[in-house]
């Protein structure tokens, strides 16, 4: 017997050969790691709300882990939209597989704070074994070959952001957005280089047909040749989670197609929505002359408590403009009649113009430091609204008759 050759416990060697190969295919079936807590549900929360709950595709509900090195990822998706959170882990055995991500992100929230999490994967089961403490779950997954992966995109432009500035963007556009789906190629914020006063800037714009935002910041180097994209509203939604870190750089890269956000951990990846967004520029008005100066607060508030005793169908409140002056009022037949009064500054004829109290209070909001300037031709006309002298940030809203 030939002492140097090793023992294959009786099984021909292409056997042997036959289980190596299939253990490195399926090798990835006995992924092993475990991820402090905290990291953890940071990381699972991001995916798992990119995840639809209602899925006629049972993959579609699930996130895919993979471990490898020291890290591990979570990549979920409803074929519109891709998120990937990358995180540190102890990684025993690399591996992948795919697990409901809303269950494993509950069964993560009800673990004590600061616990370590063990997640080891059973090929031979189908499981994932979640262990922490005292607590073990056993979850049902499905093979990874089987997880949808967003096909690669040549993006056309690249450049780096830092995320105040997206944040403003987006943040002061996205209550304009569209919910209705007929119209949609208004269901998302318009991102495309324009020329502001000042010359080019990167410009968000949203509008609904009743109300119209438009923000502009200053154009980012390397920005230059983006092709215009309408951010889909589910994305902006999404975006704004990566957005929280003040310091944060964030890496966007475009094109006709795609749009896509990256920091060092998350990458999020969307297809953009396929139409023209219209012509906005048409409906800023350029000549309105009767200047309305108040505190945004204030205003919101005395709009809001007027706005208690209106009817749910019109939400109308009317705005009386005479020497610095403001009336508010509400008349509502069936449920009663409300008014205050503001002084303000406005040295115009006098003017009467009504609007939908959610548009003006939505608004208002907008406004961060200074006061509201409203900018008003007639009572039939689309109103401006601006921050001060701030022409960076700048709504427009259609009034309705009181």
């Not at 639809?52 to 993979?66: G, H, K, M």
């Not at 890496?251 to 197609?257: F, K, P």
């Not at 006098?350 to 406004?367: C, D, H, M, P, T």
């Amino acid at each position: 017997m030939n002492a140097a050759k090793p023992a294959n416990f009786g099984l021909p060697d292409r056997a042997n050969l036959w289980m190596r190969d299939r253990g490195k295919i399926m090798g990835m079936g006995t992924m092993k790691l475990s991820i402090e807590r905290g990291t953890l549900l940071k990381a699972l929360a991001q995916a798992q709300s990119v995840v639809e709950r209602r899925n006629t595709i049972p993959i579609l509900a699930n996130v895919l882990i993979e471990a490898e090195g020291n890290q591990v990822s979570f990549r979920a998706t409803d074929l519109d939209i891709e998120v990937v959170d990358r995180a540190p882990a102890m990684v025993e055995r690399a591996g992948a597989t795919t697990v409901s991500a809303v269950m494993l992100h509950e069964i993560v929230r009800k673990l004590p704070d600061g616990a370590l999490v063990n997640l080891g994967e059973d090929a031979t089961s189908g499981r994932l074994t979640i262990t922490a403490g005292r607590s073990t779950f056993s979850l049902a997954t499905l093979p990874r070959e089987d997880f949808p992966v967003m096909a690669s995109s040549e993006y056309t432009s690249n450049f780096s952001a830092p995320a105040p500035v997206l944040r403003r963007l987006f943040d002061k556009a996205k209550f304009a957005i569209s919910t209705e789906e007929t119209r949609y190629y208004l269901n998302g914020v318009y991102m495309h280089v324009a020329t502001g006063e000042g010359g080019p800037v990167l410009r968000c714009v949203a509008t609904d047909g009743h109300r119209l935002a438009r923000i502009d910041a200053a154009l980012p180097d390397g920005a230059q040749g983006m092709p215009g994209v309408i951010v889909p509203r589910k994305t902006v939604g999404e975006l704004r989670k990566l957005l929280d870190d003040d310091d944060a750089q964030i890496a966007v890269s475009v094109s006709e197609t795609k749009i896509r956000f990256a920091t060092p951990a998350i990458t999020l990846t969307s297809k953009v929505i396929d139409g023209t967004f219209p012509d906005y520029t048409r409906v800023i008005p350029a000549n309105n002359t009767r200047r309305l100066e108040v505190d945004a607060s204030e205003f919101a508030k005395a709009v809001d408590r007027v706005a208690t005793v209106s009817s749910e169908r019109s939400r109308a409140v009317k705005l009386s403009l005479d020497e610095d002056r403001l009336v508010l009022s509400v008349n509502a037949p069936d449920s009663g009649a409300a008014e205050e009064e503001l002084a303000v500054a406005y040295g115009d004829e006098r003017l009467e113009i009504g609007f939908n109290a959610k548009y003006l209070l939505e608004i208002a909001s907008q406004v961060d430091r200074e006061n509201a300037v409203f900018l008003f031709n007639s009572s039939g006309d689309p109103t401006l609204m601006r921050e001060g002298n701030d022409t960076s940030a700048v709504y427009v809203v259609m009034p309705m008759r009181v």
